[in-house]
């Protein structure tokens, strides 16, 4: 550490790594060591735009470095944080967090061992949507998401499972707590090698039922959820970073209240109002807000953000969906004597 700022490099400087480097040079508490990236050519355009160190190793950057980003394509995840794990740093990893429930176990047991920090860039978390709910009671027993965009060359090394889907699939298990007992999936590869377009229904054992859909090959983006529960409905705009929230009530409105009265209703023995909020929601870059949160667990050593384990969980999930979508893939087959 430099006096009391903890060094970080970045490792990976495609879309995502240009953009923690760039923000990593204003956090505080963080110090940027510099970026690495096995496309030579590649980092030290980024080095030379956000006049930083282009390291020539990974090695030369675990040197360096307290701390590391890992913003390179999936695939090689696991390697570059077992690295940075036996060498005793700390490690941001983006979403997913490993191609493999396995292997995001192995990492969970190394850094539990060497007793280091992991965070995973399950950026959703910190979206203003999100985090405008941190007041109100959620308990969702209906969930309906989709995760809707563009088609574009990058991240197309995992399914569009792992790219997209997971986001909601973190959400959706951080909102419920309760074990998913069922998946029901489908899915189409399109573009790609592989699954560009999917659908899963999840059932928790509290009753709760999820029906995310997520597609990459979309001529209109779209990150939306809505949630169903007892006495109200809640709606995430990802994109727009806003809720909004109808709910029913028996209770007088104070003055102050960011809410609108609809109208009234009786419910049985109640007489209750319904209301419609939009909570406030603070103007902030979310891959920044992850960063402050991650320099804080290094430094107080509070709970991470987003853990290995539930990025592992998530990552679990994602993995049971997919091989539900390679098994339905297969009895159309079956059932088509082998003909589509």
Not at 17 to 25: R, S, T, V, Y
Request: charged share 25%; glycine share 6%; aromatic share 6%.
């Amino acid at each position: 550490m430099i006096g009391n700022n903890v060094r970080v490099g970045v490792v990976g400087t495609g879309h995502l790594g240009a953009i923690h480097a760039k923000l990593w040079k204003n956090c505080t508490g963080a110090e940027l060591a510099g970026i690495f990236d096995a496309d030579t050519e590649r980092s030290c355009k980024i080095a030379a735009e956000h006049g930083i160190k282009a390291f020539e190793s990974l090695g030369e950057t675990l040197d360096s470095c307290d701390a590391i980003t890992i913003a390179t394509p999936t695939s090689v995840h696991f390697d570059i944080a077992r690295e940075a794990l036996l060498r005793g740093k700390h490690c941001f990893i983006e979403k997913p967090i490993t191609v493999s429930y396995a292997e995001a176990e192995s990492l969970i047991e190394k850094a539990e061992r060497v007793k280091r920090v992991i965070q995973v860039g399950h950026v959703e978390r910190f979206n203003p949507g999100i985090t405008a709910l941190s007041g109100y009671k959620i308990a969702p027993m209906f969930i309906e998401a989709h995760r809707l965009a563009q088609f574009k060359p990058r991240a197309t090394d995992v399914s569009v499972v792992l790219d997209l889907m997971i986001h909601d699939l973190d959400i959706v298990l951080w909102l419920v707590k309760s074990p998913v007992v069922s998946v029901a999936a489908h899915g189409v590869s399109v573009l790609t090698d592989t699954t560009d377009i999917a659908n899963a229904r999840i059932t928790f054992a509290n009753g709760c039922v999820a029906n995310i859909t997520a597609s990459r090959i979309s001529a209109q983006p779209m990150r939306k959820l809505r949630m169903f529960q007892r006495d109200a409905y809640i709606s995430v705009d990802f994109a727009k970073g806003e809720s909004e929230i109808y709910r029913l009530t028996d209770e007088a409105l104070p003055p102050s209240a960011r809410a609108t009265t609809l109208g009234n209703i009786e419910t049985g023995s109640r007489n209750v109002s319904i209301v419609f909020e939009k909570p406030l929601s603070q103007t902030v870059n979310a891959i920044a807000e992850e960063q402050k949160a991650f320099i804080e667990s290094i430094c107080s050593g509070r709970p991470v953000a987003v853990s290995a384990r539930e990025a592992a969980e998530a990552l679990r999930l994602a993995e049971i969906i997919t091989d539900e979508i390679v098994a339905q893939s297969r009895n159309i087959l079956v059932g088509n004597n082998g003909k589509i």
